[in-house]
Nanobody
Framework: QVQLVESGGGLVQPGGSLRLSCKVS????????LGWHRQAPGNQRELVAA???????NYADSVKGRFTISRDNTENTVYLQMNSLKVEDTAIYYC????????????WGQGTQVTVSS
């Protein structure tokens, strides 16, 4: 049973940076495509960034040029580096792992809160 544990959230001022981490255990890491979603109060969960098994990436338009997703296949971890943070980036951030890149086989982490405020 695959498990995902996020860390790295917190409170940061506008313009600041945070790096989120998601440790994956319980299965073969390279079988999975990975991603980060976020959900703000009153909003639907939305995709922020995704990284495929071959490490190709895609991003939501709202974060392009500011966020970077990466994976470390030796540490079984996916990262989200967030720079130039804005108040509207405030949300709970969830990582996901899709076995064989299939969303129907998706597992979620528990989420980590990111708050951008002065």
């Amino acid at each position: 049973q695959v498990q995902l544990v996020e860390s790295g959230g917190g409170l940061v001022q506008p313009g600041g940076s945070l790096r989120l981490s998601c440790k994956v255990s319980g299965s073969i890491f390279t079988m999975y495509s990975l991603g980060w979603h976020r959900q703000a109060p009153g909003n639907q969960r939305e995709l922020v960034a995704a990284i495929a098994r071959d490490s190709s990436t895609n991003y939501a338009d709202s974060v392009k040029g500011r966020f970077t997703i990466s994976r470390d296949n030796t540490e079984n971890t996916v990262y989200l580096q967030m720079n130039s943070l804005k108040v509207e980036d405030t949300a709970i951030y969830y990582c996901n792992a899709d076995r064989w890149a299939r969303p129907e086989f998706r597992t979620w982490g528990q989420g980590t809160q990111v708050t951008v405020s002065s």
